[in-house]
Nanobody
């Protein structure tokens, strides 16, 4: 089994900051890209940011300059530092990992259960 467990969501005022974490555990051989997606009420899930195993990053235009993704390859953990939060950042944030598990030696995407981020005064 492979598990991705997110933490760090919550309620924050506009302009505030939050830091999300996502730890991958279980039968993992190798992790490639890791990233974050989000889904706001009534909207489709959208990509936010990804980081490669080597540390290369990409961001959606809507969060560029405000969000920072990082990862600890020893701990199999990815982080999302969110600054200058806006009400439109309100969503459930999902962690994603592209990895190989020795369960079947297939490379596929795994997802966390999601963590709620609410930006409101």
């Amino acid at each position: 089994q492979v598990q991705l467990v997110e933490s760090g969501g919550g309620l924050v005022q506009p302009g505030g900051s939050l830091r999300l974490s996502c730890a991958a555990s279980g039968n993992i051989f190798s992790i490639y890209g890791m990233g974050w997606y989000r889904q706001a009420p009534g909207k489709q899930r959208e990509w936010v940011t990804t980081i490669s195993s080597g540390g290369s990053t990409n961001y959606a235009d809507s969060v560029k300059g405000r969000f920072t993704i990082s990862r600890d390859n020893v701990k199999n953990t990815v982080y999302l530092q969110m600054n200058s939060l806006k009400p439109e950042d309100t969503a459930v944030y999902y962690c994603n990992a592209d990895l190989i598990s020795p369960i079947d030696w297939a490379r596929r995407d795994y997802w966390g259960q999601g963590t709620q981020v609410t930006v409101s005064s």
